[in-house]
């Protein structure tokens, strides 16, 4: 059975950091796209990041989190994690990872792209 286990969320002030992971287990994991997406109370769920199965190719939700966050990748370890610096108020989200399989080296953006989903972690930014 395939397991995303997120870990690294918390309560941080605005303008500190936190850095997500997530271990994945079961899943012929250097094959998979991984992203990470959030989802804030009465709001859509949202990608923030993601990265190809190489980690050649990363995306990154331009408008809000580029610049402030980094996915990173390593395929020894099945774990896949977003560090998220000068943190604000409005990150403030669970954070779910998730993987989808791909046949080439792209980072989808979209839910319906990936199989798989961790169970979430909560990030709390206080202004």
């Known amino acids: 059975q395939v397991q995303l286990v997120e870990s690294g969320g918390g309560l941080v002030q605005a303008g500190g950091s936190l850095r997500l992971s997530c271990a994945a287990s079961e899943l012929p994991f250097s094959s998979y796209a991984m992203g990470w997406f959030r989802q804030a109370p009465g709001k859509e769920r949202e990608c923030v990041a993601a990265i190809s199965w190489s980690g050649g190719t990363i995306y990154y939700a331009d408008s809000t989190v580029k610049g402030r966050f980094t996915i990173s990748r390593d395929n020894a370890k099945n774990t896949v994690y977003l560090q998220m610096n000068s943190l604000k108020p409005e990150d403030t989200a669970v954070y779910y990872c998730?993987?989808?399989?791909?046949?080439?080296?792209?980072?989808?953006?979209?839910?319906?792209?990936?199989?798989?989903w961790g169970q979430g972690t909560q990030v709390t930014v206080s202004s």
């Open positions: 998730a993987a989808g399989p791909r046949y080439s080296d792209n980072a989808p953006a979209q839910a319906y792209d990936y199989d798989f």
